[in-house]
């Protein structure tokens, strides 16, 4: 998987990437609890291709990527017992 395109600079470019976006996310999931913030992991899968997706482009207009995000933070906010909202 090419995380970067263009010029990859060296053998184990993409892998130094990875690492380093996936311990941001972990940083910021230790550090929420000292601010009182609940984290939650969602699956994402299946937010891009639905219905709901191509609704909320057109109804708000936004672009595919923001749409997503909306969808999954919808989806998080869903799960931890706020059925507001739906």
Known sequence: MWVR??????????HKVTIFRSS???RIAL??????????YVNP??????????????KYRL???????YLIALRG???NGNKHYE
């Open 5 to 14: 395109g263009g010029d990859r600079g060296h053998e184990n470019y993409n």
């Open 24 to 26: 941001i996310i972990e």
């Open 31 to 40: 550090k929420a609890p000292l601010y009182s913030i609940r984290v939650g």
């Open 45 to 58: 899968k299946g937010t891009t291709n639905s219905v709901e997706h191509d609704e909320l482009m057109r």
């Open 63 to 69: 672009d595919r990527h923001t749409a997503s995000a």
């Open 77 to 79: 906010l869903n799960t």
